[in-house]
C-alpha cells in the first residue's frame, strides 16, 4: 500500500502477517542487520514498518532509514533482502524503501532504548 492509496483511518504502517508461520524466522534475520552508525539491529530500531508475507511465502519488507541521508540507503535494502532470502520456505524477498512516516526515536524497542543509553 502506498502513501498515495491511504484512506482516512488507514494506518500510516500497514500491519504485518504475524501469524504467518515464516514472521519470527523474517523478524530473526532482520534482527541480523545493524544500521552501521547505530550498535543496534534495524528491527528493534523500529526500521522495518511492514512484514507482509504472502499465502505463497513471498515476503515483503517495508522499511525505513534513521534519516533520509543515511549513507547507506542504497545498500541496506539489499542487506535485508540478503538476510531473509535464504531461510527455509521463502520464496522471493522485496524490500521496499519509505520515509512515510518518518522514522522517530518512538519506534525502537525498549531493548534499543536501553542499549542506547535512553532508557
Known amino acids: 500500500m502506498t502513501m498515495e492509496n ?16 515464516l514472521y519470527d524466522s523474517v523478524v530473526e534475520a532482520c534482527k541480523t542487520v545493524y544500521d552501521p552508525e547505530i550498535p543496534v539491529n534495524i528491527f528493534d530500531l523500529g526500521l522495518i514498518y511492514t512484514i507482509d508475507i504472502s499465502p505463497e511465502n513471498s515476503v515483503r519488507v517495508v522499511m525505513t532509514l534513521t534519516a533520509p541521508g543515511c549513507p547507506v540507503a542504497g545498500e541496506m535494502p539489499g542487506w535485508v533482502a540478503d538476510a531473509v532470502e535464504p531461510l527455509p520456505g521463502v ?28 532508557i
Open 6 to 21: 491511504l484512506k482516512e483511518g488507514d494506518p500510516l504502517i500497514a500491519p504485518s502477517t504475524t501469524e504467518h508461520p
Open 91 to 118: 520464496k522471493q524477498v522485496d524490500v521496499e524503501m519509505t520515509f512515510q512516516p518518518q522514522w522517530g526515536m518512538e519506534m525502537m524497542s525498549d531493548e534499543a532504548r536501553l542499549e542506547l543509553g535512553f
